[in-house]
């Protein structure tokens, strides 16, 4: 139940969604669901559109400076839907975090400053890894004198050795966090469920299962195999 002073933030990403406020009322929705009931006080509202790209996005967005001086001027906190509204990106979110501000997700409001910067590293390595995929298959591709659309044994092994190597890759990123969800006596399931609430997407940017949480497991050779009761 939300108690205490508000400063809402709203972004979209794009000019086109901002005049058509796609995005926005879906954001307004979560926010007032977080403030149903309780003790609370919106003392400000601040709606942005900008692209958020870069590590000093926090410079080409006036609104959001300015929603967090409304939030030091009345001891407020700050009040987003989503985490990846503010930004996918590590340098970003961890200077916003040391800005003295608190600041909460509609979306996930239980994460602490650990679980924030966790999701930040996650989302930013998915943000490049689909962009680094994409470019380095056209270009793999073309040295190859591979044509696009067209299959074969050859295509079909390089295709399987490349798919493999991302897996490998994803499994690595994510070691850290699923050794400490060990560490805390997490089962599986409930690391699924961790890893969905905090919105850290699967390789192919889904939300988690069981199976999945699995497959990864089994990529990393100093993990246990699981038992029949989806723990370690």
């Not at 999701?119 to 689909?130: G, K, N, T």
């Not at 190597?165 to 006596?185: E, I, T, Y």
């Amino acid at each position: 139940m939300a108690n205490g002073k508000y400063v809402a933030y709203f972004r979209v990403s794009t000019q086109r969604q901002g005049q058509s406020g796609l995005g926005l009322e879906a954001q307004r929705a979560a926010v007032a669901a977080y403030l149903n009931g309780g003790a609370w006080e919106l003392v400000g509202e601040f709606q942005e559109v900008e692209t958020g790209k870069g590590a000093n996005a926090l410079a080409r967005r006036p609104q959001l400076r300015a929603a967090l001086e409304t939030c030091r001027k009345h001891g407020a906190t700050l009040i987003i839907a989503k985490l990846d509204r503010l930004a996918r990106n590590v340098h970003f979110v961890s200077g916003l975090l040391e800005t003295g501000v608190d600041f909460v997700a509609a979306d996930m409001p239980q994460a602490n400053k650990v679980m924030i910067q966790m999701h930040a590293v996650m989302s930013e390595w998915e943000r490049d890894q689909i962009s680094a995929r994409t470019k380095a298959a056209l270009a793999a591709a073309k040295a190859r004198g591979v044509r696009l659309g067209t299959t074969g044994p050859a295509n079909l092994k390089r295709n399987i050795e490349e798919r493999r190597s991302a897996a490998d890759a994803f499994a690595a990123k994510l070691a850290g966090v699923l050794r400490g969800f060990r560490a805390a006596g997490m089962s599986q399931r409930m690391m699924v469920d961790q890893l969905n609430r905090l919105g850290i997407r699967t390789a192919r940017s889904g939300e988690w299962s069981l199976v999945q949480l699995q497959r990864v497991l089994k990529r990393l050779p100093s993990t246990p195999a699981p038992d029949n009761y989806g723990l370690w």
